[in-house]
């Protein structure tokens, strides 16, 4: 079993920044691949960015591309999302996901939440403008 805890949500300023990071439990997580999504109040969840468990290779929704960057750190067993330019429409709840992989890969990584065993409880992220 997989455990996932967000933290770093909050009330921010158009334009402004923040870091989100999330924490896993067990003792494979180089060999998860990590995602982001976010759900805003009356929207479906949505696809923000994702990291190879290796943390070489990532991938972002065009609509933070530029703005978003998700890391890892695999000696901490996290993963983060710093958030800079926020706009109004950021504002949503953000989730990380863990996909389970049977080796560490430099390459894989999914935008599909379908592909993901495990999801956090998801934090807050409020943009006012």
């Known amino acids: 079993q997989v455990q996932l805890v967000e933290s770093g949500g909050g009330l921010v300023q158009t334009g402004g920044s923040l870091r989100l990071s999330c924490a896993a439990s067990?003792?494979?997580?180089?060999?998860?691949?990590m995602g982001w999504f976010r759900q805003a109040p009356g929207k479906v969840r949505e696809f923000v960015a994702a990291?190879?468990?290796?943390?070489?290779?990532?991938y972002y929704a065009d609509s933070v591309k530029g703005r978003f960057t998700i890391s890892r750190d695999n000696a901490k067993n996290t993963v983060s999302l710093q958030m800079n330019s926020l706009k109004p429409e950021d504002t949503a709840v953000y989730y990380c996901a863990a996909q389970v992989l049977p080796y560490s890969s430099g390459t894989y990584y999914s935008p599909n939440e379908n592909q993901y065993n495990y999801w956090g409880q998801g934090t807050q992220v409020t943009v006012a403008s």
């Open positions: 067990g003792h494979s997580f180089s060999r998860y691949a």
């Open positions: 990291i190879s468990s290796s943390g070489s290779s990532t």
